[in-house]
């Protein structure tokens, strides 16, 4: 596991510290801003907030370990989270082209990372 990656989620986590970054892994690149786990706890739990009787429990137990991360502190992280997201895979366009995506991955499935994000012309 790269030391110095770690060292970016942990502070995204303790200290709600963001930084944009492309990912390498097994071959794709995933390009986002990084986010601590709570946030993206958060913003998965506003997904279910509105639906049915289950989706508004997982909205709940979502909101529930958004407050554990938050009072743990992430200090093992194992995962990094990003939003505004995009998923490059060979050359075409990235997926999704929403920019409200946000993606969770394992930290020791990360082969390579270069600090910004990319940023593709529609020329």
């Given at each position: 596991?790269?030391?110095?990656?770690?060292?970016?989620?942990?502070?995204?986590n303790q200290h709600d510290f963001s930084l944009d970054i492309t990912l390498?892994?097994?071959?794709?690149?995933?390009?986002?801003?990084?986010?601590?786990?709570?946030?993206?706890?958060?913003?998965?739990?506003?997904?279910?907030?509105?639906?049915?009787?289950?989706?508004?429990?997982?909205?709940?137990?979502?909101?529930?370990?958004?407050?554990?991360?938050?009072?743990?502190?992430?200090?093992?992280?194992?995962?990094?989270?990003?939003?505004?997201?995009?998923?490059?895979?060979?050359?075409s366009q990235p997926t999704p082209s929403d920019s409200e995506f946000h993606?969770?991955?394992?930290?020791?499935?990360?082969?390579?990372?270069?600090?910004?994000?990319?940023?593709?012309?529609?020329?």
């Open positions: 596991m790269d030391d110095l990656l770690l060292t970016f989620v942990k502070a995204a390498n892994i097994n071959g794709a690149l995933i390009s986002g801003t990084t986010i601590s786990a709570q946030r993206y706890l958060e913003s998965l739990s506003n997904v279910f907030e509105e639906g049915n009787e289950v989706s508004q429990a997982i909205g709940e137990k979502l909101s529930a370990s958004s407050q554990s991360a938050k009072e743990n502190g992430e200090d093992t992280a194992a995962f990094i989270h990003l939003k505004n997201a995009q998923v490059y895979n060979g050359d993606w969770r991955g394992k930290i020791e499935e990360v082969d390579g990372f270069f600090l910004g994000k990319i940023s593709v012309d529609d020329k």
